[in-house]
């Protein structure tokens, strides 16, 4: 294969692990209001946790993006 | 075939080092480069920050000791959530570690400037000195029952060492998804910027026609530099949360 149309669908490939990171955060924040309409009072107590697990979740596709770009333009 | 000649646009080229006064002792080279200038840019940023706020301590505080004291109630709050009151003694050290780390991220923000966290052999450096830090204070503190850490209470004997295997693994790569953490954040935010920068370059660069839609990547720009806000904001506080986390493992092991 030549390797420049390689690099560019090892990027693509790479790139699907955002999709796979956005179901990790519509998750949490899917739970999250699941719970907070339960128990409305709760909600404030347990914010910094969420943006918390938000963060944690969102660097997983990150890393998929860092990878896509990385043989995007560094290689 | 496009005829127009777009610029050439390299949205890596903003993480390049180089030197601003160079330094050359015998064969090393200390050369204060764009990143050690702006790490002491960050450091004397916080120090500014922080003098102006307990400089002449009001009983009603202006709007800088209110924020000098905002802060500080915020980290102190963290640790202590974290780690509980014995975990208090590394209060000044998490709390420079969060405003360097936070002060990096917001100014390596400022268009034309350098992101001091995108650079991993800086994120790596602080994740394995709280990772040393974590590991002396432990066996310091507990000796030897620091390694009760890795084997969890209530497990019965015979999946045991499968999860002591585990928990060591996870142990021992906590620095490097603590370091890759922040440092991907960062690198991946500042090239999705500059990679719809460039679209906005290359559409006004193109005939006529699509010289209006470049206020479509121009408006993502926008989005997404508030999303960067955020973004630096978070990963120094998920930083520097994990890192008590991690302190209090050494100050509590065996306590999960």
């Known amino acids: ?75 | 075939m496009a005829t127009e000649s777009a610029p050439a646009i390299n949205p890596i080229e903003q993480f390049s080092i180089h030197p601003v006064i160079p330094i050359h002792i015998g064969h090393y080279d200390f050369s204060l480069t764009n990143s050690g200038l702006y790490m002491l840019l960050a450091v004397a940023l916080s120090c500014l920050v922080a003098a102006i706020g307990a400089r002449g301590a009001a009983g009603v505080p202006g709007r800088m000791q209110a924020m000098a004291e905002m802060s500080y109630e915020f980290v102190a709050g963290m640790v202590r959530s974290a780690t509980g009151e014995a975990g208090m003694r590394f209060f000044p050290f998490v709390f420079s570690l969060f405003f360097f780390i936070l002060l990096c991220n917001l100014v390596g923000l400022i268009p034309f400037s350098f992101t001091v966290t995108s650079q991993i052999v800086i994120t790596a450096a602080l994740a394995l000195m709280v990772f040393l830090a974590v590991v002396i204070i432990g066996v310091a503190e507990h000796g030897t029952d620091f390694f009760k850490l890795f084997v969890p209470s209530g497990v019965p004997i015979y999946i045991l060492p499968l999860v002591v295997a585990i928990e060591v693994i996870s142990f021992l790569s906590r620095p490097l998804s603590h370091s890759v953490r922040l440092f991907a954040n960062m690198l991946a935010g500042h090239i999705t910027l500059n990679v719809f920068g460039g679209f906005v370059v290359m559409l006004l660069g193109a005939s006529a026609i699509f010289k209006g839609l470049a206020i479509l990547p121009f408006a993502m720009t926008i989005g997404l530099y508030a999303l960067e806000l955020l973004v630096a904001f978070l990963q120094a506080y998920v930083f520097v949360m994990l890192t008590c986390m991690y302190l209090n493992d050494a100050l509590h092991p065996g306590g999960h």
């Open chain 1, 1 to 75: 294969m030549d390797p420049v149309a390689a690099k560019y669908i090892g990027a693509g490939l790479a790139a699907i692990g955002t999709g796979a990171a956005g179901i990790g955060v519509g998750t949490l924040f899917g739970h999250f209001l699941n719970g907070a309409l339960r128990n409305p009072s709760a909600v404030d107590g347990q914010f910094g946790r969420l943006i918390f697990g938000f963060a944690v979740t969102e660097a997983l596709g990150i890393f998929a993006l860092l990878i896509s770009f990385l043989l995007l333009f560094a290689i």
